[in-house]
C-alpha cells in the first residue's frame, strides 16, 4: 500500500525537488523513511494573483519503508491523506460467439478510433469505415477552404481521420469519473502527445500534436490487422429480426458495397446529418436533445493572461490562460462559455454547401495573439420541436442563415462587441483583428439568430464581463455562428450500449449523443469494443 496525498502547494519560482519534503512534513515523518514518491496530478491555484503568489498544487503518492507507519499515519486521519488504493484491474475475456462476417466501426473520430486500436489489440481485425481521408489529405483540403472557400463536403474539419476534435484546442479533460480516461490519455502519450500530459489536470495536445497521434494510431491499428476505408461513406444499415446482419458503403468511385457484419460500432459525429436521417428512415429509434448555439467570442491573450494571472501573467510555467464561465440569461436560460482556446484561432467547420459554421482551434503552444471560445445559449426541444430531427434542422436554418448573412461565400459574419451590445450600426474591426478564415463581413449578427438566441447572448456577455475585466471590450470580436456544441440528436441505446431497435449496432460517442469531448467520446468507443468482445471469439 502506499499514501495518497493531495493538496501539497508549491510556489511557481520553485522546483519540485522540494515536494518530498513538504510531503513528509505534512506527514509528521522524516524526509529519509520515504521509499518511493510519485507525482499523480497537477493543478493551478491561481486565486491570489498580488504578492501572495500563484501556486502549483500536486496530488501525490508516497509509499513508506515501514507498511506499520503508513498505517499509523492513516489512523490519525490527516486531513488530505488516504490510502491510495490501486483500481483492480478486470481481465478482459473474449467471447465465444464465432463471427459470420465482420467487426465494422463508422467513423476515425475519438470514438471510433479508440473502439478499433481495442478491437485490434485483441485480435478482431475491425473494418473501420471513414467518409473522409487520412489525415495528410485532409489538411491540404482543410486548407483549400481556407485559402479558397472551395469545400469538400467529406474531407473538411468535420470529416476525416481524427473526427472534429483533430481540429481544436485537443483538451484532454473530461467530466466523467472512468478509469478508462486515464487509458485514453496514457494512450495518447504512447503514441506521440508530450510526456508528462496525463499528470496535467487541464491537459490539452492541440491540433498538430494530435494530427501526429491520430495518425501513429491509426497505423497502429492497420499493424495488428485492422483495414481502413477511406473515401468511404456508410449509407444503408440491413437488420433482420432486430438484428444487425450488414451495412451498406458508397465508396470514392460511386460503388456501392455491401459488407456482411456480426456487429457495428457507430461513432459517426454530429456532422453526420445524412446518416441520422438514413437511420430514422430505417426505423432506428432517435430522440431530440437538448444542446447550445450561439458565437464565437475573440480577445487579446494578453487580456486574458492578466485577469487570470495578474502579475504572474507571461510567467513560464504558466502559459497562456483559460477561462470557463457560466450564468443564466434574463428568461432563465443557461448561457456559458464552451470549448475555450487560449492563443488560438477561429475555425470553418461547415461540413455542407451553404452554411457557415464556426468553431476554435489552438496549437499546442497556444502562442497566437488572440484568445477564443464560444458564448452559447441553451436549447432545447421545446424551443424547436420535439420529433426526432428537430433539432438537426434548427441547426441547418442557422447555419444557411449566417452564411446569407456573410455573402454566400463562406465568408463569416462578425461584430465588434461594443457595435452589439449598444446595437449599433456594424464597425470594421479595431484593436482585435479576426483570425477566421477564408474571410469575414461585418454584419448585425441578430439577423441570423432568434432573437431569445440574441438575448442570451447579450446577458452572457454582461455577465460574463462582471467575471472577468475587459470580457465585454468594445474592441471583442463576435462571430456567427456556433451551433455544433454537441449533438442535436440521440440514437437511444440500452444498458448493453446496443440501440434499441438493432441488436447489434452500438452508437457511441458525440454523433450518438453520448459524450462531450475527445476523451468521453473514446472511452464511450472502448465501453463499445469491451461488449463486443466480451460477446465474440477473435478472428482467426
Request: aromatic fraction near 8%; include cysteine.
Amino acid at each position: 500500500m502506499s499514501l495518497l496525498l493531495n493538496n501539497i502547494k508549491l510556489p511557481i519560482s520553485a522546483s519540485e525537488d522540494m515536494l518530498p519534503s513538504l510531503a513528509a512534513k505534512a506527514l509528521n515523518i522524516s524526509v529519509n523513511s520515504i521509499r518511493n514518491f510519485k507525482i499523480l496530478r497537477i493543478s493551478i491555484d491561481a486565486r491570489k494573483k498580488n504578492s501572495e503568489g500563484i501556486y502549483f498544487v500536486y496530488t501525490v503518492s508516497v509509499e513508506l519503508d515501514d507498511v506499520k507507519s503508513e498505517d499509523k499515519i492513516l489512523s490519525k486521519k490527516y486531513s488530505g491523506v488516504f490510502p491510495d488504493k490501486k483500481e483492480d484491474i478486470i481481465e478482459l475475456i473474449p467471447g465465444a460467439k464465432k463471427t459470420n462476417g465482420r467487426i465494422v466501426v463508422v467513423g476515425l473520430g475519438p470514438g471510433g478510433l479508440f473502439a478499433a486500436y481495442m478491437l485490434a489489440k485483441y485480435g478482431y481485425k475491425p473494418l473501420v469505415i471513414e467518409r473522409g481521408k487520412p489525415i495528410s489529405q485532409r489538411k491540404n483540403d482543410v486548407d483549400i477552404m481556407n485559402s479558397k472557400a472551395i469545400l469538400n463536403e467529406n474531407s473538411n474539419i468535420m470529416f476525416g481521420e481524427g473526427g472534429a476534435g483533430t481540429f481544436s484546442d485537443g483538451k484532454l479533460t473530461t467530466r466523467i469519473k472512468d478509469s478508462r480516461a486515464d487509458i485514453v490519455i496514457e494512450t495518447f502519450e504512447k503514441f506521440g502527445a508530450p510526456k508528462g500530459i496525463s499528470l496535467l489536470a487541464k491537459p490539452h495536445v492541440g491540433t498538430d500534436v494530435l494530427t501526429v497521434v491520430v495518425e501513429n494510431l491509426r497505423k497502429e491499428i492497420q499493424r495488428l490487422g485492422g483495414e481502413i476505408m477511406f473515401n468511404t461513406t456508410l449509407t444503408d444499415i440491413g437488420y433482420i429480426k432486430s438484428e444487425i446482419y450488414s451495412v451498406k458503403v458508397l465508396k470514392e468511385n460511386s460503388i456501392e458495397e455491401k459488407i456482411e457484419c456480426d456487429a457495428c460500432i457507430l461513432a459517426i459525429g454530429q456532422g453526420a446529418r445524412d446518416t441520422y436521417k438514413m437511420l430514422y428512415k430505417n426505423g432506428i429509434e432517435l430522440q431530440a436533445k437538448p444542446f447550445a448555439v450561439g458565437v464565437r467570442i475573440e480577445h487579446p491573450q494578453e487580456l486574458i493572461d492578466k485577469s487570470q494571472y495578474g502579475e504572474f501573467a507571461k510567467h513560464p510555467r504558466l502559459g497562456a490562460a483559460e477561462y470557463r464561465l457560466t450564468g443564466r440569461t434574463t428568461g432563465d436560460r443557461g448561457v456559458y462559455t464552451f470549448c475555450m482556446c487560449p492563443g488560438g484561432v477561429v475555425v470553418n467547420s461547415s461540413s455542407s454547401h451553404g452554411q457557415v459554421v464556426t468553431n476554435g482551434m489552438s496549437y499546442y503552444a497556444r502562442d497566437g495573439e488572440n484568445s477564443n471560445g464560444a458564448v452559447v445559449v441553451q436549447v432545447s426541444p421545446d424551443d424547436f420541436g420535439h420529433e426526432p430531427l428537430d433539432g438537426m434542422i434548427f441547426q441547418e436554418k442557422l447555419e444557411q442563415d449566417a452564411f446569407k448573412l456573410g455573402g454566400s461565400d463562406y465568408s463569416a459574419p462578425y461584430m465588434r462587441v461594443g457595435d452589439f451590445i449598444n446595437n449599433r450600426k456594424p464597425q470594421k474591426y479595431g484593436s482585435v483583428k479576426p483570425t477566421y478564415k477564408p474571410n469575414i463581413v461585418e454584419a448585425d449578427i441578430k439577423k441570423c439568430l432568434p432573437d431569445f438566441i440574441s438575448k442570451g447572448i447579450y446577458d452572457g456577455i454582461k455577465s460574463f464581463g462582471r467575471q472577468i475585466k475587459g470580457f465585454d471590450m468594445d474592441d471583442a470580436i463576435i462571430t456567427a455562428v456556433e451551433s455544433r456544441t454537441s449533438s442535436p440528436v440521440r440514437i437511444v441505446r440500452d444498458t448493453t450500449m446496443q440501440s434499441v431497435t438493432v441488436k447489434g449496432l452500438y452508437p457511441v460517442g458525440e454523433g450518438a449523443g453520448y459524450a462531450g469531448g475527445i476523451v468521453s467520446a473514446a472511452v464511450d468507443g472502448i465501453k463499445a469494443a469491451e461488449r463486443v468482445i466480451s460477446t465474440f471469439s477473435p478472428i482467426k
